[in-house]
């Protein structure tokens, strides 16, 4: 059985990349709301996309094959043809992500606060002295950096 991943992948990216853009515009320029509101939901719901296949969702759902073959990139082009075409976006955005922030709304917003002041205070640091920034944090970051290369 043929993968055809390597046909549908870019075509789906191309899909993403041109066509919502292309609507999102002219949704802002149309009168009403409602079209803004689908393609905002759009958005959000391929930036949590996005979001686990950089911690490596695709993985997961490859090791569930058939035959030997993973049909992650088809079944990504179906997910992006659902949230587009069939108000698949706001049906998920409704059921998951808004409850889910209504819920921990105000955990996330402490932690946007703490870590924008945290990142101030050690931008200011930086700013004021930055050869002190450096050998203070110079060694930490490097250890860091060399750690992630031998994990991969």
Sequence with gaps: MLNFGYVVSPLTHLLIMTWAPYHSVKAVHSAGG?????????????????????????????????????????????????????????????????????KYEKHIDEAIAKAQQLGAVELEEAMKDPKAFAAKHGQAVLDAVNNAKKSN
């Design 34 to 102: 409602e079209d803004d509101k689908q393609w905002l939901m759009f958005w959000i719901v391929m930036s949590l996309v996005n979001t686990l296949e950089t911690f490596g969702i695709q993985y997961v759902i490859e090791a569930v094959s058939i035959q030997g073959n993973s049909f992650y990139y088809e079944l990504k082009a179906a997910f992006v043809v659902y949230l587009m075409f069939f108000k698949g976006a706001t049906q998920i955005f409704d059921t998951f992500v808004s409850p889910f922030v209504s």
